[in-house]
């Protein structure tokens, strides 16, 4: 978490915009914003009048159809933020949003997952969309290379900051690896590489 509120910071500096995803191990503030919007969404599909729903929720959805995969991702934006304890802490924070994912394959029962999210973007639920949308692209993507090419869903090292920096340094060796030019080869036989011949290590780390 705090590496998460460091990255807000740099990234409002550089001005620019930030989305980030809550996980369940963010504690606090993640129940905090949990309970807040999952209370908005419940008040929001009832159709709750305005006196009664107070929040206002701005909501746009997707649907996307692939091989017999069904995919339905509805979004809810909210800019009020006064109930946030931690509101201060984040440089920045403007919106808070969630967005809930309904996928059905064939004739399986249909899957449910909510993510949710702090963000420096005001309330603009199709730009919040489009970025969480590329945030899942992304994130996606390279879980798939950390995981296959560094074998990070089997490490064990959890002890201090030990996790954390390891990770780190994982995606830096991918960076450096992506960034080569010299050889022709995949990530994989960049590794090899790189694990037998010192020169070409050392020439990764002099980028």
Known sequence: ??????MAKEIQEADAEYVLALKGNQGQCHEEIQRYLDDAVARHLEKAPARKNPVPLAYTETVEKDHGRLETRRYWQSGELDWFAGQGEWEGLRSVGVVESVRQVGTAVPTVERRYYLSSLGVDVEKFARA???HWAIENSLHWVLDVQCGEDRSRARAGHAAANLATLRRLA??????????????KGKQLNASWDHSYLLRLLAF
């Open 132 to 134: 969480v949308r590329g």
């Open 174 to 187: 991918l960076n450096l690896l992506n960034r080569d030019r010299t050889r022709k080869r995949g990530l």
């Open 1 to 6: 978490m705090g590496c998460q509120k460091a």
